[in-house]
């Protein structure tokens, strides 16, 4: 049972740290189930809370077992019904046990409630529930984002087989007309991306568990594609995924390499590493389930600042991809805190009947329903970060990308974060470009005309000012708001590239930079010009010398 009371404390707990909803999970050191089990079952849940709420009131367990809270009876409910293997937990717990007592009606409920929406399987159920649950009125579209791994397959191979009975449009806004037929979008921004409808489940598909499509927002993909520049075929060294997990970019980067050539394995390596061993565990999965084990080398529990760049192991080393921890702050929907709903519990609806409602009642189903709590990520980023956690939050960003400025042979670096502050983002980039090592080495954002075509034509560009409320949050009317600034060029703001959520892009908020190694500038090329002048003139100035002294005759 320890999977659902883990759950329970994920969703309930204040988390003042920030960050997103998996990596707290992932850093929550008090969990005694794996961290992977508790995250798919709260999202998994998250996705059916409006039908399980509706079987669980009118199944009335809730008033048939009072030690069941709103929320423990949902994600308990959700395995009963959903779970291949049911309640992960023995027969004979009590817990189990108070939910299998009731097991046909909650059967008979959950049929009715498919019946109701004129669906004719579970997955047209889960569809419909997801069709419901798209905001009223919104005309943002944040599907599901699916990249093909070229490292198995092809874009070609999956149109003709996974994706072969589904429409193609050409808008996002598309994917959520409310009928039957299948739509799908390719996008026009990152290769082998397409979009279908939110809540589409393609865990269960063939595809998905051989490893020929990967489940991947939009956003992230942009790093290790701008990673690549203009060239569509890698003709650089190795490449270094410096904050690795879970994976999705390191595939990213395998799945790149592979393109023009399936047949071919790559003669670049992949390194790519993560310094929590949990979640290095979780690296070499993915890499593995891509098929990329033949020449990705995970690094497990490796701090990327604790890499020497002298390593010889690193000698060929010229690209380096870097998503270090960063706030958070533009996460949206599937790694956002889900906010469930639950059922009404008897004591809810003795208030309903005018009973006064004791302190600190059902105070899990307020945390999990959304209303305000520290449990919110996105509210937390937004409105309550502390300034001083997201100064060292861009110290520690600075100081990994300076360390990958340091490698002998690197040549491209992209930066990026999952944050929509200045302080994270911009600023990071100007800091970058003043420190010692890019001046030494010849560092320079990557020019917008440099970038991959996808991305050239990408609209959202860097922002040169943010405005912060005199209570350290983003200022909604200006009033009472302090100005922050970066003294970026027009052209290095162009670099840089962001998304925003409530767009028509379909993404949350994100930030990412490129960064090129131009030799001719750096101030290493230019001493050693320097030096070379200098000695040319002193060996010319000793050669007149010598010839002055041969006409003393």
């Not at 707290?24 to 998994?44: C, D, F, H, M, S």
């Not at 929406?117 to 919104?138: N, T």
């Not at 990967?214 to 990673?227: N, T, V």
């Not at 070379?532 to 007149?544: A, G």
């Amino acid at each position: 049972m320890s999977l659902y009371y883990d759950a329970v404390k994920i969703l309930t707990s204040p988390s003042p740290t920030g960050g997103s909803f998996k990596s707290r999970i992932y850093n929550e050191r008090g969990l005694k189930a794996a961290p992977a089990q508790v995250y798919a079952l709260i999202t998994e849940a998250s996705k059916w809370d409006t039908v399980l709420k509706e079987v669980i009131e009118n199944a009335g367990i809730l008033k048939l077992e009072p030690k069941l809270s709103p929320l423990l009876a949902l994600l308990l409910v959700h395995d009963h019904l959903l779970a291949k293997r049911g309640i992960a937990a023995p027969a004979s717990h009590p817990t189990r046990q108070a939910i299998e007592r009731h097991k046909t009606r909650l059967k008979g409920e959950f049929i009715k409630a498919r019946v109701r929406r004129g669906c004719a399987s579970v997955e047209d159920l889960k569809a419909a529930v997801q069709r419901e649950k798209q905001p009223q009125g919104s005309t943002a579209v944040y599907p599901r984002w699916i990249r093909i791994n070229n490292v198995r397959t092809t874009a070609k191979k999956q149109f003709d087989s996974t994706f072969a009975s589904y429409t193609h449009v050409t808008s996002l806004s598309e994917l959520v007309v409310k009928d039957d037929t299948k739509r799908i979008f390719v996008d026009p921004n990152i290769p082998d991306l397409v979009a279908v409808p939110p809540g589409v489940d393609f865990t269960a598909s063939a595809a998905y568990k051989n490893g020929e499509i990967i489940l991947q927002d939009k956003a992230s993909c942009f790093p290790a594609y701008l990673l690549f520049g203009r060239g569509e075929v890698w003709d650089g060294g190795d490449l270094v995924d410096g904050c690795a997990a879970p994976g999705n970019k390191t595939t990213h980067l395998a799945s790149l390499l592979c393109k023009r050539d399936q047949k071919k394995r790559p003669k670049q390596r992949i390194v790519s590493m993560d310094a929590s061993q949990v979640r290095a565990k979780t690296l070499q999965k993915m890499v593995s389930a891509a098929g990329a084990d033949g020449f990705v080398t995970v690094l497990p529990g490796q701090d990327f600042l604790a890499l020497d760049p002298e390593d010889e192991r690193f000698e060929r080393v010229s690209a380096l991809l870097l998503d270090p921890s960063c706030s958070g702050s533009g996460i949206i929907g599937r790694d956002d805190v889900p906010k469930l709903v639950l059922p009404v519990s008897p004591a809810e609806e003795r208030k309903k009947q005018g009973k006064k409602r004791k302190r600190g009642q059902d105070e899990t189903e307020v945390a999990a329903t959304g209303s305000p709590s520290a449990t919110d990520e996105n509210e937390m980023a937004n409105t309550h970060l502390d300034p001083e956690r997201l100064a060292k939050l861009s110290n520690l960003q600075t100081r990994i990308v300076e360390h990958a400025m340091s490698f002998p042979a690197a040549t491209r670096i992209t930066y990026s974060t999952c944050s929509i502050h200045l302080t994270e983002n911009e600023a990071v980039v100007e800091r970058l470009l003043a420190s010692e090592v890019a001046k030494r080495r010849g560092w320079r954002i990557m020019r917008r005309d440099e970038q991959p075509e996808g991305l050239r034509t990408w609209k959202h560009r860097g922002v040169r000012t943010e405005t912060r409320s005199s209570g350290d949050s983003l200022a909604q009317d200006g009033t009472q708001s302090q100005e922050l600034k970066v003294n970026l060029t027009d052209e290095e703001l162009d670099g840089c590239l962001r998304c925003f959520a409530g767009d028509d892009g379909g993404t949350g908020g994100f930030f990412v930079a490129g960064f090129v190694r131009d030799e001719g500038q750096s101030e290493e090329r230019v001493s050693s010009r320097n030096g070379h002048k200098d000695e040319s003139k002193s060996e010319d100035e000793d050669e007149d010398e010598d010839e002055w002294d041969g006409f003393s005759d």
